[in-house]
Nanobody
């Protein structure tokens, strides 16, 4: 059974930091491209950051220079370090795994809430 379990969300003041983690099980983690998405109330889900099996990264413009995605294949975990957080970063953050070669193999976590507020 495949599971992606996010953790690390919470309430933080503007300018603060959080580190999200997504622990994967039931998959060969090193064969999956990993992504973080977010969905704010009343808005569509958007891709925030991505990291390929080879370690290449990509970010949405609004988080460039503030967020860093990384992965630890030994721990089957992907991280999202979020610095200089803004109220507009408030959303539910979801982890997503997509197989490098088989497009139909896609999995989602349950999400973790991030709230940026004073």
């Amino acid at each position: 059974q495949v599971q992606l379990v996010e953790s690390g969300g919470g309430l933080v003041q503007p300018g603060g930091s959080l580190r999200l983690s997504c622990a994967a099980s039931g998959i060969i983690f090193s064969l999956y491209n990993m992504r973080w998405h977010r969905q704010a109330p009343g808005k569509q889900r958007e891709l925030v950051a991505a990291i390929t099996t080879g370690g290449n990264t990509n970010y949405v413009d609004s988080v460039k220079g503030r967020f860093t995605i990384s992965r630890d294949n030994a721990k089957n975990t992907v991280y999202l370090q979020m610095n200089s957080l803004k109220p507009e970063d408030t959303a539910v953050y979801y982890c997503n795994a997509e197989h490098r070669y088989i497009a139909t193999l896609k999995y989602w976590g349950q999400g973790t809430q991030v709230t940026v507020s004073s």
